[in-house]
T-cell receptor, first 113, second 115 residues
Framework: AQSVTQPDIHITVSEGASLELRCNYS??????LFWYVQSPGQGLQLLLKYFSGDTLVQGIKGFEAEFKRSQSSFNLRKPSVHWSDAAEYFCAVGAGGYSTLTFGKGTMLLVSP | NAGVTQTPKFRVLKTGQSMTLLCAQDMNHEYMYWYRQDPGMGLRLIHY???????AKGEVPDGYNVSRLKKQNFLLGLESAAPSQTSVYFC??????????????FGAGSRLTVL
């Protein structure tokens, strides 16, 4: 079975600084990887996804993520954080075939002025 | 352009009471899911449905029942609520169950408190 780990429960970043949120997965074959964002009081919204091909994927709101097979990672990055990026971020993995997604426990991003 | 709508948004129950959460989607999605979200636990899949009239168990199904009588609706029931079921419940839907294309659209959530 697949699993995903988000090592950081909380991260605080200054507005305008760069951001990297970590995600590590466990799965024997090539996984399908997703990042979702949850703003306070809202449901989850898809930021980006990786299925195959180019290992650097671009998403909405200026986010990108890089799939690194050798490190079993799919870290989310943004070059300059805005106060509106404060939210909880979830990494998710799919095992291929007709499987359901497994979500990480989330990383709460706080943005300081 | 509603997407996924959950009702009610908030509910307080006493232990032993029953209730039903309703999820409705207007995107003609075949697949629907119920998750619960608890602090520090992320999202855990309760039940899901791969089509009208079908349901399947997820990671944490105990204490819940579901029904999918119409394609657009997915109901989550608690027959005898327990304090451990205090949580935020999210419904989601997708056009594909194949995980390579399994992009989920989520509702805004239903916050349930069991006293």
């Amino acid at each position: 079975a697949q699993s995903v780990t988000q090592p950081d429960i909380h991260i605080t970043v200054s507005e305008g600084a760069s951001l990297e949120l970590r995600c590590n997965y466990s799965y024997g074959a090539t996984p399908y990887l997703f990042w979702y964002v949850q703003s306070p009081g809202q449901g989850l919204q898809l930021l980006l996804k990786y299925f195959s091909g180019d290992t650097l994927v671009q998403g909405i709101k200026g986010f990108e993520a890089e799939f690194k097979r050798s490190q079993s990672s799919f870290n989310l990055r943004k070059p300059s954080v805005h106060w509106s990026d404060a939210a909880e971020y979830f990494c998710a993995v799919g095992a291929g075939g007709y499987s359901t997604l497994t979500f990480g426990k989330g990383t709460m991003l706080l943005v300081s002025p | 352009n509603a997407g996924v709508t959950q009702t009610p948004k908030f509910r307080v129950l006493k232990t032993g009471q029953s209730m039903t959460l309703l999820c409705a989607q207007d995107m003609n999605h075949e697949y629907m899911y119920w998750y619960r979200q608890d602090p520090g636990m992320g999202l855990r899949l309760i039940h899901y449905s791969v089509g009208e009239g079908t349901t399947a168990k997820g990671e944490v199904p105990d204490g819940y029942n579901v029904s999918r009588l119409k394609k657009q609706n997915f109901l989550l029931g608690l027959e005898s609520a327990a304090p451990s079921q205090t949580s935020v419940y999210f419904c989601a839907s997708s056009y594909s169950r194949y995980s390579g294309a399994n992009v989920l659209t989520f509702g805004a959530g239903s916050r349930l408190t069991v006293l």
